[in-house]
Structure formats: structure tokens, C-alpha cells
């Protein structure tokens, strides 16, 4: 294999990395476990359920549970800039209409690095479009696990919480938001809106 032929090769990274992962939002979900059995006596059966949480490129390193969150630090190895550039293509084929083309490059794109932000963001952006707010809110949920930051992936959790119905949910996800941006009026409407219908 000659130099240009290696240089141009998709690089396969290894990076720490460091979730958390919220205890609201997995209520009755297969990671509650770890806030119902004590860590001493069910240890591998949560480190199993966060395994097959992550997905299989992951190798946890520690796991810290607390009252309200779990602080997993892994490793992970896989192709982050291909899973950012599919995810980025997923976006565009989506504002052309193909949306469920963009779906399944998505989920590609999570085949390459089952821990990217753009390519989980894309995917509930997607799922939200296509009516699948369930889908879409556990999407932004895994995006802001994952290390997405700022306003606008609460934004659109509020809007699915919403739609879903699950006003305490959307309250929360409102007040994070307005926390992290105290002038956004979209979330203080809706907070006002969600308290007059509570």
C-alpha cells in the first residue's frame, strides 16, 4: 500500500470518553436497574445493560452511580469523522424529502461510532419529522448523554416531550434550557404553557 493510499484511508480513533446518563430519563427502562439493586449484588448485570446500552465498540472503564445520574467512563474505538461526514449526508438527503434514507444512513453512521452526537442528533431530527416523537426523544436523549450541549437539543426534547404528552418531562427539559439561556422565549412559552395545563 503506497503513502497516498494510507493517507487517504479512513482513521479509526480510540478516545475517553466520559457519559452521563440521566436517572429521569430511563425510568422503567433496562438501565434503571442500577438505582433499584444495590451495585454490590447486581454490578455485572448493569455493566452488561450499559454495554449493550452503548453499543459493542465501547469498553467501559468505570462506572460511578449516584442518586441522580450514572457517570460511565469508556473507551471507545471506531471512525468519527466518517460517522460525522455520514451523519451531515443523512441531514441534507432528509431536506430534499428522503427522509428514511437518511434513517438508515443514520443509523450507519452509529455503525461507525456508536457515540456520535451529529449522527444521534440527525437521527431524532429525522425521527421528530417523520412523526416518531417516542423514538426521536430517546434519540436527543443518547445526544445529550453523549456530549451535546447548548439549548437546542433541549429544545427539541421539550417539543417531543410535548407532543408525546409528558408534561413533567417537558417542564424539566424547559426549565434545563431556560437555565442554560435564561432570554429564550420558546422555553419560557412553553413553560408557561405546560404550568397552566399541569
Not at 450507519?108 to 429525522?126: H, K
Request: aromatic share 4%; with cysteine.
Amino acid at each position: 500500500m503506497s503513502e497516498s493510499e494510507r493517507a487517504s484511508r479512513p482513521k479509526r480513533h480510540r478516545e475517553r470518553q466520559t457519559v452521563v446518563i440521566r436517572r429521569e430519563d430511563h425510568v422503567g427502562d433496562p438501565i434503571s436497574i442500577a438505582w433499584l439493586m444495590p451495585a454490590e449484588t447486581a454490578g455485572d448485570a448493569i455493566v452488561g445493560r450499559l454495554r449493550d446500552y452503548l453499543g459493542r465498540r465501547v469498553s467501559i472503564k468505570k462506572v460511578e452511580i449516584s442518586r441522580d445520574a450514572i457517570e460511565v467512563q469508556l473507551e471507545l474505538r471506531g471512525w468519527r469523522e466518517e460517522a460525522n461526514r455520514l451523519a451531515r449526508a443523512a441531514r441534507d438527503l432528509a431536506e430534499k424529502g428522503a427522509k428514511r434514507g437518511a434513517l438508515a444512513m443514520c443509523r450507519e453512521a452509529l455503525e461507525l461510532d456508536s457515540l456520535s452526537v451529529e449522527a444521534m442528533t440527525a437521527m431524532g431530527t429525522i425521527l421528530a419529522a417523520l412523526g416518531r416523537d417516542e423514538e426521536a426523544l430517546d434519540a436527543f436523549q443518547h445526544a445529550r448523554e453523549f456530549g451535546a450541549e447548548g439549548v437546542s437539543v433541549l429544545l427539541a426534547m421539550l417539543d417531543c416531550a410535548i407532543r408525546l404528552g409528558s408534561l413533567p418531562s417537558a417542564e424539566r427539559y424547559a426549565m434545563e434550557a431556560l437555565r442554560l439561556d435564561p432570554g429564550n422565549l420558546r422555553a419560557r412559552d412553553a413553560l408557561q404553557s405546560i404550568r397552566q395545563r399541569i
